[in-house]
């Protein structure tokens, strides 16, 4: 046991100064401090009315279980084959050929064969042989099948909560075999019991009651707002005048609440604002927040394909309810996949919206004919097209910028293009990072899927590894100082990842550079960024850094 | 003699670090360990390639001149890897030690008052790099509970501090990492 | 030692050992027509089970993996095929997937030399697979020479290029020289070998290897072998056998005089092969073209696709949410649907 004190012989044991070498099967699992998460608090899984709330502890030898535990994921297991065409291929199809082996960053940072992602598919398969293959139930562990037990169930948790759902393996298995989706199965089958993590439990009950994963309230959220039109005031001289679920606006604007409460997000969420005020002022364009609709996110997708819905179910609702034209969604990762891949397919067909136009540019965004919601990205690639944003790129000169695809944006939606071409278009300084870590080949933050807890932080900076190391990488060779995302995970979980392999490099939203370079009508001098730090100094710090470099 | 002995170990440089490189990567599971001494893509393998590179600085201050910066230069790639990876302390820092047998198997039946000499010397330096392995070793693991302990804070807190939103009398002392 | 390929290992040499006995006892009708048969009718049921078993679940979500810039606007181009946003786009992914093993082409590594940045294809595992699955194919159509008669010009044509270098040694007593040389046998085995050997030597890859991986590779090994003895070593009577195989396909089977033992053990792992493989991972052979990563469209945004099990779920209506908040929310000055007194009302 992890929390346990260790006996003289475990002393002596973890002197040995190599693991032994076993059978994965015969090596049962160890529940590691700082590579697990805290389990679901039961007022948050009661919350929702998921399957059997109650309180346990991962590194106690009783979790609690229901009497007919095992029952219970043998027919879930069951139920989920007849449903997902996916889930039946991936289990019969594997070949293990070992080409996803190394392309996980969790196995790639930890070392633990056991994140090989073709490993953590067959903690299901093996399963899957006994319960559903008489072949496999005959040859028995020889063919890699074994019955559920307790430390089965131990296993799929601990591994199945130390995979970010990214996707990278998939993109190079010659099936498409999707961990994700495998990962996302083996999850919900663990719900069933009740054995989510309280740091995706909490904040879905949070977003289910209250709208957002924070559990703000309404008037808190608008206060936060409030500031940051204060605050934008004091940096460009102009009032921003943000709406609040105004009935008839043109557009309904939903973006995960930890831009507007986490940094620096924030700078992100100030970026929007300022944004969505030159529309209005230029154009006339009316922009609608919504608190009930506060959280772009979704934590729902971590933990069961109906809990998704459920907290999906409020963007197309509240869109409904202020008859607004179309949807424009903020920077986020798994949202995007969620909007992309599942919002239309589980809450459409919104045929209450329009196909989203431009009104500025006159664009008909084909791409998202049918789902009508708008990525804000491609919104301003839009803009930036057609000339319709003054933009001062010199107030981003003192910085040297790469570009980190987030998984879903990355492996479910293929937007790749667009973040670029706003960046480039608002900064002078771009580099990317090697080609085998970008685009669809981009490595994980390590921290997405609900991993991104204070108490897994070994996890998170050693599955972070392969994405800093690339980051370290462009910013010995070009001076990198800033990297720059389209996601809120990452905006929250990089940071401490630049702080412990990079330091020296920041984080920012892609908007939050679009805001830096916008020239508001009738703004200041505009002597300083949006975080408040002094031009003058910040290009007297960078040109310093080139005489040195 | 004179310098006979470090010199021999720097003529011996490549299969004296081949060594102690398969000697580092035995912290890790044994199904890993292909992994991290094959591929040699330092993208597709940090931890691997890190490794590499700081053993060589290391070595290279072992028969060289044993220079602070150079020393942290190669010891904290590597450590700043294990203290995420759960290693115990043991297994993380033990590499430095394994350095002691592999030269004790190159170099054995050395027996003259110099060569003894410079064993000890040798010995005597594992032993510092040994004990900066461990000092960073630590303040690696305490980065991490710092992080573990201030992230949420350090990014919520402080944003609804800027906002005003918190009382007066619930703001707690900025620590080191908001000073 | 591993246990899993000593037992795979062990499995086919009974196998063939049972094949060679029972041919030399005179169960040739059991080993050459009865196997061959049930093995087929296995194959024929157990594959039309396992792909309307497949079939029989739905896609109740669009999920490719996008594998390259996705459909935008007119001026951003879109990776058609790593992104495909039509049926001749994914047909064509399909393909590409098919035939040349594009994911599998993806794995490049990549190496820092003084700062420059190189990039080599990890192409072994690659070139392994597509060598052994063109070499199997080849064999396979050859093959069919047995089946129909008279063979067809493009089986001729196939096996005129197969054997593109002729071997003819004339050693005296060797009346017609080695018959043509057949690159594909060859190549079938060479890439079987090199499969197995990675399986057992790479240690990651040991690691997750099952018997069922060893089984099959180990199951091919012997039939390439023993079909390359039976051509180039014992020289079995081409004639007496394709009178049996044309006995098997017209219904009419015979077991012709003179067949060497080697034929029936080739043809006994055959019949094991076939009747195996509807119950394996071979059946990634279907299986590629009902992965839900792969076979649809990446513009999911642009088509809506339909889940046949929606169903309806609870959710907290804003109704519900203002109830909560209306209070805090006039109070900050946020529209409300009911104003208090409304509300009120409503309630008595």
Known sequence: MAEAKPTPQDVLHRIQHSPPRSDWMETPVEIRKGMYCYAANPKSVATLGLPHPHAWNPVEDDWHLPENWQQIIHEGFKERLERFRSFKVFMDICVRCGACADKCHYFIGTGDPKNMPVLRAELLRSVYRNDFSRMGRILGKLNGARPMNFDVLREWWYYLFQCSECRRCSLFCPYGIDTAEITIMGRELLNLLGLNIDWIATPVANCYMNGNHLGIQPHAFKDMIDFFVDDIEEKTGVRVKPRFMEKGADILFITPSGDVFADPGTYTAMGYLMLFHYLEEKYGLKVTWSTYASEGGNFGFFTSHETMKRLNAKMYAEAKRLKVKWILGGECGHMWRVIHQYMDTMNGPADFLEVPVNPITGTRFEQARSTKMVHLVEFTADLLHHGKLEIDKRRNDYLNVTFHDSCNPSRGMGFFEEPRYVIRNVCNHFYEMPANTIREQTFCCGSGAGLNAGENMELRLAGGLPRANAVQHVHRKYGVNMLACICAIDRAALPALMDYWVPGVQVTGVHELVANALNLPGQNERTTNLRGEEFEELMAQAEGHTDEG | ?179 | MNKRYLFAFLVVFVLFLAAGLGSAVGLQWLFGVVIPYAAVIVFVAGFARKVLNWAASPVPFAIPTTGGQGRSFDWIPQAKIDNPSGGWGVLLRLLFEVLTFRSLFRNTRMRLKEEKIAYQLEIFLWVGALAFHYAFLTVLLRHTRFFLEPTPGCIQLLETLDSFFRVEILYPGIQFGLPAVYLSGFVLLLAVVYLTLRRILIPAVRYVSLVSDYFPLLLIFGIALSGILMRYVTKVDIRAVKELTLGLVTFRPTVPEGIGAVFYIHLFLVSVLIAYFPYSKLMHLGGIFLSPTRNLRGDTRAYRHVNPWNYPVPVHTYEEYEEEFREKMIEAGLPVEKELAEAAQEKE
């Not at chain 2, 028969?63 to 759960?86: S, Y």
């Open chain 2, 1 to 179: 003699m004179g310098e006979g002995l470090f010199d021999r170990i720097a003529k011996e440089r490549t299969a004296l670090l081949s060594r102690w490189f398969e000697a580092a990567v035995e912290a890790y599971a044994p199904d890993t360990v292909s992994f991290l001494k094959d591929r040699r893509d330092p993208f597709a393998n940090p931890v691997g390639s890190r490794t590499r590179d700081g053993l060589e600085t290391l070595f290279d201050q072992l028969i060289g001149e044993m220079e602070p910066q150079a020393l942290t230069r190669g010891l904290d790639p590597i450590l700043r890897i294990r203290a995420v990876q759960n290693l115990t302390p043991a297994r993380a820092v033990g590499f430095v030690f394994a350095l002691k047998r592999i030269l004790a198997e190159r170099f054995e039946g050395l027996a003259s008052a110099e060569e003894r000499r410079q064993i000890a010397e040798l010995h005597e330096r594992i032993d510092r790099m040994a004990l900066a392995a461990f000092d960073l070793y630590m303040a690696c693991r305490e980065q991490v509970m710092e992080l573990k302990a201030n992230e949420m804070r350090y990014r919520t807190f402080r944003a609804f501090q800027r906002a005003g939103l918190v009382r007066p009398e619930h703001e707690q002392p900025s620590s080191e990492a908001e000073a």
